[in-house]
């Protein structure tokens, strides 16, 4: 089955960046959406296919890809954006979704 | 746009349980809305789909042939009926609607299910 892969942690200072990874086979043909979720509450997209923000979340989240690996990238982190980053695809051929491991952001 | 889950509660294994979630605030009946779930201090897991019209539905391997998604668009709620439960499916059971290319803009603020003896 499908796998996307994430590092399961990342701890930063505030105004420093934040790189998080997600791999997966064949992810270059896929669009990779990204999450946000706080302790206790429900995800929230920050980025959908593969680049978008949506209108209410900052533009300090971006996101890209490059062959097989995603990247959401976090500029001048703040300690609200502690919280557990999970990337997801919809593999429309399989009619499948997947959810990467999730990173946990710490922000010291 | 709103969606608040029901349904979930304590119930033992091999008995069944039928979760709702009703939508408010958007035009439900031409999107298509997902089930997730996540054990506690998990990850999220991608459960089932069901396309606008009901006419299309997919499910999780892991869930194949217990659980059932199904939706009625004149009472715009989604449901999941969960037969034969495991403790292996206990877990916060979130709704979310499609956004289209399988990103989910909006989820609800889940439902707890606990499978024990």
């Known amino acids: 089955s499908f796998v996307l892969t994430q590092p399961p942690s990342l701890s930063l200072a505030p105004g420093e960046t934040a790189t998080i990874t997600c791999g997966g086979k064949?992810?270059?043909?896929?669009?990779v959406h990204w999450y946000q979720q706080r302790p206790g509450q429900a995800p929230v997209l920050v980025i959908s296919s593969d680049i978008d923000r949506p209108s209410d979340i900052p533009e300090r989240f971006s996101g890209s890809k490059i062959d097989d690996t995603a990247t959401l990238t976090i500029s001048r982190v703040e300690p609200g954006d502690e919280a557990d980053y999970h990337c997801?695809?919809?593999?429309?051929?399989?009619?499948?979704?997947?959810f990467g491991g999730g990173t946990k952001l710490t922000v010291l | 746009v709103q969606l608040m889950e029901s349904g979930g509660g304590v119930v033992q294994p091999g008995r069944f349980l039928r979760l709702s979630c009703a939508a408010s605030?958007?035009?439900?009946?031409?999107?298509?809305m997902h089930w997730v779930r996540q054990a506690p201090g998990k990850g999220l897991e991608w459960v089932s789909f069901i396309l606008h019209d009901g006419e299309i539905t997919y499910y999780a391997d892991s869930v194949k042939g217990r659980f059932t998604i199904s939706r009625d668009n004149s009472k715009n709620t989604v449901s999941l009926q969960i037969n034969n439960l495991r403790t292996e499916d206990t877990a916060v059971y979130y709704c979310?609607?499609?956004?289209?290319?399988?990103?989910?803009?909006?989820w609800g603020q889940g439902t707890l299910v606990t499978v024990s003896s």
């Open positions: 979310a609607k499609d956004r289209g290319g399988g990103s989910l803009d909006y």
């Open positions: 605030g958007f035009s439900f009946s031409s999107c298509a």
């Open positions: 997801q695809v919809w593999d429309s051929s399989s009619g499948h979704g997947v």
């Open positions: 064949n992810l270059q043909n896929l669009r």
